[in-house]
Nanobody, 115 residues
């Protein structure tokens, strides 16, 4: 069984920064993809960024240049450094792990950016 636990969300003013963390535990394979998704009120969940176990990354256009995804494979921990935050970044942020064809999700952490 796999568990993902996010932390680091909160309230920040526009232009500020936050760093999200996602701790993975359980049966974690060496080859996987970890990512961040977000869901704003009344909207569908959307892709934010992912990072493959080898280090390759991909970002949504809306966050490119402002967010940085990284991972510590030894600690099975995923990070999302969010800079230059905008009110439209307000959402619940979810951690995702894809391995062996299965998707796992965390419970989410709220990020609120005030204008």
């Amino acid at each position: 069984q796999v568990q993902l636990v996010e932390s680091g969300g909160g309230l920040v003013q526009a232009g500020g920064s936050l760093r999200l963390s996602c701790a993975a535990s359980g049966s974690i394979f060496s080859i996987n993809v970890m990512g961040w998704y977000r869901q704003a009120p009344g909207k569908a969940r959307e892709f934010v960024a992912f990072i493959i176990s080898g280090g390759s990354t991909k970002y949504a256009d809306s966050v490119k240049g402002r967010f940085t995804i990284s991972r510590d494979n030894a600690k099975n921990t995923l990070y999302l450094q969010m800079d230059s935050l905008k009110p439209e970044d307000t959402a619940v942020y979810y951690c995702n792990l894809l391995q062996a064809g299965r998707n796992y999700w965390g419970q989410g952490t709220q990020v609120t950016v005030s204008s």
